[in-house]
């Protein structure tokens, strides 16, 4: 790439105000999504350009769009395919997760019911045996096939996939062969992309567990110059297409494990123990009482020989069972998706970024500050690596990782 003079323009690369166009589109698409007017590129404004290729501003950085054409031909179809598998594969294990837990509780609770309606209301007693069968046999095909298939391994290997493959278009955006040497640049992509097309289960657990770098890689002096307006558009490009996009990312999960931690938030774990506490405490004063006043009456399952008292009793008694059964489904369910870990995680990994944002938004984009620009690329992109590590190992420690 030949050196621009200062006050010249060989090229005929257009002025400044393009980039702003640039800037415009970009930022325009992005609060489309999210107003929710652009439903469409909801999921994939990051990585699908093709709607970018043909934009007149992007002609102010030729180089930049050689990249985003070889994205969206070799990256994008191998993303997308990885990305497809892992929705699949997270949408299944959400299914048997759900079906084993709550077919799991249904199952004790209708043993804890029939016990109770043996003494209150023996006829439907058949009724729920038959619901505890049901249920029991229902957790177990439903453990079994989470188990043999794999689902939460399958949706972690495929999402960490898609998600380093991510990390990948918006990582090589910053290596020095991009400005300097487009063919080997591309040749060290495609050997990255084959490296990450296929993980493995046992691939993504060891990537996810081993020990993080202190410092990223840092990017490397290009050794030829950047014209500003391409170190321009490549800033506006990654700053609203990365960090802005995965900001308003870490924003949506962050409001939706919000909304799945009401039980987390009004500790509904010790109000279910304080009540189970209070109803046994209840429980124990009928009983004494009945003890004492009707020492001659003895136990039988006819209902017609036991008195409003004892019906209370057995009621109690089957309550201060139920309740524990319930309260270790609701936390068995919030262990299951990490809901709060979930939401302080997205929460804090959102304030993080508005720094980098910031960065790139106040560059000055001089060809004297190409390298601060790749850096502060590469730092960025770094963190996001390791917030996707910490996100997988989240994922691992889950209580009921199947």
């Not at 910053?174 to 063919?183: K, Q, S, V």
């Not at 996009?245 to 494990?257: C, E, I, P, T, V």
């Not at 009401?262 to 189970?276: C, E, N, P, T």
Request: proline share 4%; aromatic share 10%; net charge negative.
């Amino acid at each position: 790439m030949s050196e621009v003079i200062p006050g010249s323009n060989p090229n005929n690369i257009p002025s400044p105000s393009d980039s702003t166009d640039w800037n415009r589109e970009l930022t325009s698409t992005l609060d489309a999504i999210r107003s929710g007017t652009d439903k469409s590129r909801g999921w994939t404004f990051d990585m699908d350009d093709a709607p970018e290729l043909n934009s007149d501003p992007l002609a102010t950085a030729p180089v930049l769009r050689e990249a985003l054409v070889f994205f969206q031909s070799e990256l994008h179809p191998v993303w997308k395919e990885t990305d497809s598998k892992a929705l699949k594969s997270q949408s299944r294990h959400k299914i048997v997760a759900n079906l084993a837990i709550w077919s799991g509780v249904a199952a004790v609770a209708m043993a804890i019911l029939q016990l109770v309606l043996a003494h209150v209301l023996p006829t439907v007693t058949i009724l729920t045996t038959i619901l505890e069968f049901v249920s029991i046999v229902l957790a177990a095909i439903t453990v079994m096939m989470g188990i043999t298939l794999h689902f939460h391994h399958n949706w972690l290997s495929a999402r960490q996939s898609a998600e380093r493959l991510r990390s990948l278009k918006f990582q090589s955006l910053a290596w020095h062969e991009l400005w300097c040497d487009l063919d080997a640049w591309k040749t060290r992509v495609r050997e990255q992309i084959n490296k990450l097309r296929h993980l493995s289960n046992e691939q993504a657990e060891r990537w996810a567990t081993e020990s993080d770098s202190a410092a990223p890689d840092e990017a490397m002096d290009p050794g030829c110059p950047i014209p500003p307006t391409e170190l321009r558009a490549i800033a506006d490009y990654y700053r609203i297409k990365r960090l802005e996009f995965q900001k308003n990312y870490f924003d949506l999960q962050s409001n939706r494990a919000n909304r799945y931690s009401w039980a987390h938030h009004w500790k509904l774990s010790l109000v279910i123990f304080f009540a189970s506490v209070i109803i046994v405490l209840m429980h124990g004063v009928i009983s004494l009482a009945l003890s004492q006043g009707h020492a001659e009456e003895t136990a039988t399952t006819d209902v017609d020989h036991h008195s409003f008292w004892h019906i209370v009793e057995f009621c109690l008694i089957g309550l201060a069972a139920l309740l524990p059964v319930i309260g270790f489904g609701v936390r068995a369910w919030m262990s299951a998706f990490e809901f709060p870990r979930s939401r302080n995680l997205f929460r804090a990994k959102s304030l993080a970024l508005d720094t980098p944002i910031a960065v790139l938004k106040d560059s000055p984009y001089d060809e004297t500050d190409s390298l601060r620009v790749l850096q502060s690329l590469s730092h960025s992109e770094y963190f996001l690596i390791t917030e996707h590590r910490e996100w997988c190992r989240l994922q691992i420690e889950t209580e009921w990782f199947l």
